[in-house]
């Protein structure tokens, strides 16, 4: 490390230091506290991490003294810091070594975005990228015109949900991946009408080529990890869950920890495949590695169960309409999850399981129910990501395992995804897409989460969607039209259930509510500044609302009072 960067971390040490040690005063706001017993207050003072005081202004003049920052907010919001319950902090790799696909609308801007990535790396062995929409047609590039732009080196472009790849050529060579290729477990490669693979890889067989890619740097690592947390300050996140944790992001972490660098709290979630070999020790090594609570920690497993619906692979119990049988597809055998799940948690890890069909939700259900059997105590508070589907027999189920259901309530509106599955599942189950308020009326723990880079982080942008049921743009380029979108049919959750999600029911989720997630005394003080008070506002301008200042253990971590 050079001394020029040495001196430069020390000294932002040194501010973050200064900046924490001084009292704060915050007077004159409107402070939303996602507490029940105080639901709002006038006045906040905090000192180092800590928050002394929750109240009306006239009683926090006992806590200011001479030498107290006092911030006079005439008015504006304060919240809880949010909480993103299920993000990919590494996909801000497009904005350090990888080709940003996202937000674009046709293949011809696909093209030439291609186009100029690869004179952007010329030396790369893989022309990595990411963000097309696997279900829109008008975004598959296929393998032809992938070789006009490379002909000579392979290409990677992963889809913007995760679930599919388009290659090139070279990259389909390098693979050994040919006509007579068999389609793997839980995935497919698909054919043109030569019957030769087109280039786009579905599911598991998206991997086959990526496992040959070399690995990224660990210098890119960090700068993607980096700025993914810088991201998501800016839109007063101050907590994480990094959803798809592998080896070789444990260092990077681990360097911004012990760098100073971390600007939110970081949960990890340790992937498991079904080809896990049942190493439990590792994992637990890995955990211990990576444990620096209330700052780091890694207690969760990863487990990607099915695909989306949008392209009919998330695992549905009744086949999808016009279809012959097609029930979705499924990572994992019942047998595998029977007897994992009970190993894993019996070891204290806590499973967050991508669970988009009802049929996969009920199976890890199950697996969860022959763990309390095996351990002879409840589950460890197991998280269900995502939830299109869910079967209303599966609601106690759900509660019997103590378990919270995450939601990405942005997808909850009429757009061209849900355009591209409603003509291939019921009418009801369409109403009830992502039961959010439903699953919490029954007494379901429900949380906030982005899926970043899949769509916009901001937590305002879900919220907004959420209570309004319209179209709110997945990325932030794009423009927003609420008096002319349609409405998303279905029960809608309040203001108060959306907030909760994103910070007193997220620590909940965590086992984190005696540090954070709620503005009171002797919590950490992990805070928001909005510009004005969207309670008040119409709920279609949520969105829009500007963060003025996020606060993190005391220290300014994005703008200023």
Same mark, same amino acid.
């Given at each position: /490390?050079?001394?020029?960067?040495?001196?430069?971390?020390?000294?932002?040490?040194?501010?973050?230091?200064?900046?924490?040690?001084?009292?704060?005063?915050?007077?004159?706001?409107?402070?939303?506290?996602?507490?029940?017993? @105080?639901?709002?207050?006038?006045?906040?003072?905090?000192?180092?991490?800590?928050?002394?005081?929750?109240?009306?202004?006239?009683?926090?003049?006992?806590?200011?003294?001479?030498?107290?920052?006092?911030?006079?907010?005439?008015?504006?919001?304060?919240?809880?810091?949010?909480?993103?319950?299920?993000?990919?902090?590494?996909?801000?790799?497009?904005?350090?070594?990888?080709?940003? $696909?996202?937000?674009?609308?046709?293949?011809?801007?696909?093209?030439?975005?291609?186009?100029?990535?690869?004179?952007?790396?010329?030396?790369?062995?893989?022309?990595?990228? #990411?963000?097309?929409?696997?279900?829109?047609?008008?975004?598959?590039?296929?393998?032809?015109?992938?070789?006009?732009?490379? &002909?000579?080196? &392979?290409?990677?472009?992963?889809?913007?949900?995760?679930?599919?790849?388009?290659?090139?050529?070279?990259?389909?060579?390098?693979?050994?991946?040919?006509?007579?290729?068999?389609?793997?477990?839980?995935?497919?490669?698909?054919?043109?009408?030569?019957? #030769?693979?087109?280039?786009?890889?579905?599911?598991?067989?998206? +991997?086959?080529?990526?496992?040959?890619?070399?690995?990224?740097?660990?210098?890119?690592?960090?700068?993607?990890?980096?700025?993914?947390?810088?991201?998501?300050?800016?839109?007063?996140?101050?907590?994480?869950?990094?959803?798809?944790?592998?080896?070789? $992001?444990?260092?990077?972490?681990?360097?911004?920890?012990?760098?100073?660098?971390?600007?939110?709290?970081?949960?990890?979630?340790?992937?498991?495949?079904?080809? +896990?070999?049942?190493?439990?020790?590792?994992?637990? @090594?890995?955990?211990?590695? $990576?444990?620096?609570?209330?700052?780091?920690?890694?207690?969760?497993?990863?487990?990607?169960?099915?695909?989306?619906?949008?392209?009919?692979?998330?695992?549905?119990?009744?086949?999808?309409?016009?279809?012959?049988?097609?029930?979705?597809?499924?990572?994992?055998?019942?047998?595998?999850?029977?007897? +994992?799940?009970?190993?894993?948690?019996?070891?204290?890890?806590?499973?967050?399981?991508?669970?988009?069909?009802?049929?996969?939700?009920?199976?890890?259900?199950?697996?969860?129910?022959?763990?309390?059997?095996?351990?002879?105590?409840?589950?460890?508070?197991? /998280?269900?990501?995502?939830?299109?589907?869910?079967?209303?027999?599966?609601?106690?189920?759900?509660?019997?395992?103590?378990?919270?259901?995450?939601?990405?309530?942005?997808?909850? @509106?009429?757009?061209?995804?849900?355009?591209?599955?409603?003509?291939?599942?019921?009418?009801?189950?369409? #109403?009830?897409?992502?039961?959010?308020?439903?699953?919490?009326?029954?007494?379901?723990?429900?949380?906030?989460?982005?899926?970043?880079?899949?769509?916009?982080?901001?937590?305002?942008?879900?919220?907004?969607?959420?209570? =309004?049921?319209?179209?709110? &743009?997945?990325?932030?380029?794009?423009?927003?039209?609420?008096?002319?979108?349609?409405?998303? &049919?279905?029960?809608?959750?309040?203001?108060?259930?959306?907030?909760?999600?994103?910070?007193?029911?997220?620590?909940?989720?965590?086992?984190? #509510?005696?540090?954070?997630?709620?503005?009171?005394?002797?919590?950490?003080?992990?805070?928001?500044?909005?510009?004005?008070?969207?309670?008040?506002?119409?709920?279609?301008?949520?969105?829009?609302?500007?963060?003025?200042? =996020?606060?993190?253990?005391?220290?300014?971590?994005?703008?200023?009072?």
């Amino acid at each position: /490390m050079s001394s020029r960067k040495i001196f430069l971390l020390l000294a932002l040490a040194l501010s973050l230091s200064a900046q924490a040690a001084q009292r704060v005063a915050l007077i004159n706001g409107e402070i939303y506290t996602a507490n029940d017993k @105080q639901p709002w207050a006038e006045a906040l003072v905090y000192e180092s991490d800590t928050i002394l005081y929750l109240g009306d202004e006239q009683s926090a003049q006992a806590f200011i003294t001479p030498a107290t920052q006092v911030h006079d907010l005439k008015g504006k919001l304060v919240t809880p810091g949010m909480h993103d319950m299920h993000m990919h902090a590494e996909t801000a790799s497009v904005f350090v070594h990888s080709c940003n $696909l996202y937000a674009l609308r046709s293949k011809q801007a696909i093209i030439a975005k291609l186009k100029e990535c690869v004179q952007q790396y010329p030396d790369t062995p893989w022309l990595r990228g #990411e963000g097309w929409v696997s279900y829109d047609e008008n975004q598959v590039v296929y393998k032809e015109d992938l070789d006009k732009v490379l &002909p000579d080196r &392979p290409m990677w472009l992963m889809a913007m949900d995760g679930h599919s790849a388009l290659v090139n050529s070279k990259a389909l060579a390098l693979s050994g991946i040919s006509a007579s290729t068999p389609d793997p477990v839980a995935g497919t490669i698909h054919k043109n009408g030569k019957g #030769e693979p087109s280039g786009l890889l579905v599911e598991s067989a998206m +991997w086959i080529p990526e496992k040959l890619m070399p690995r990224v740097s660990l210098v890119d690592q960090v700068k993607s990890l980096a700025k993914a947390m810088q991201l998501a300050n800016q839109y007063g996140i101050t907590s994480i869950v990094e959803a798809w944790e592998t080896p070789s $992001l444990d260092t990077a972490w681990l360097q911004l920890k012990d760098e100073g660098r971390l600007t939110t709290r970081v949960n990890l979630a340790l992937l498991v495949e079904e080809d +896990w070999d049942e190493n439990i020790e590792l994992l637990k @090594q890995r955990r211990a590695a $990576l444990d620096f609570y209330p700052l780091l920690k890694a207690n969760q497993i990863k487990l990607l169960t099915d695909g989306i619906v949008e392209i009919k692979t998330a695992a549905v119990k009744e086949p999808y309409l016009g279809t012959n049988d097609d029930k979705g597809m499924f990572y994992f055998t019942q047998e595998q999850l029977n007897k +994992w799940i009970p190993l894993l948690e019996g070891e204290g890890f806590q499973i967050h399981a991508h669970t988009i069909g009802d049929r996969a939700m009920a199976n890890v259900l199950t697996a969860l129910e022959r763990s309390r059997a095996v351990n002879k105590r409840g589950n460890n508070q197991p /998280m269900f990501i995502h939830n299109y589907l869910v079967d209303k027999a599966d609601v106690p189920r759900l509660k019997e395992a103590s378990a919270s259901a995450n939601f990405s309530m942005l997808w909850r @509106q009429y757009d061209i995804s849900a355009q591209s599955y409603k003509p291939f599942i019921s009418q009801q189950n369409f #109403e009830r897409i992502m039961p959010m308020a439903e699953l919490h009326e029954a007494g379901v723990l429900v949380t906030g989460g982005s899926d970043f880079y899949v769509s916009q982080i901001d937590p305002l942008a879900a919220i907004t969607a959420a209570v =309004t049921g319209k179209a709110v &743009p997945y990325y932030r380029s794009w423009p927003y039209q609420p008096d002319s979108q349609p409405v998303m &049919p279905g029960k809608k959750p309040d203001l108060d259930t959306m907030m909760k999600a994103y910070t007193i029911f997220a620590a909940q989720a965590q086992g984190m #509510e005696d540090i954070t997630g709620s503005l009171e005394k002797g919590k950490r003080a992990d805070l928001v500044v909005f510009d004005k008070n969207f309670f008040k506002d119409v709920p279609e301008y949520i969105y829009g609302t500007q963060v003025l200042t =996020t606060v993190f253990d005391g220290n300014i971590v994005y703008g200023s009072f």
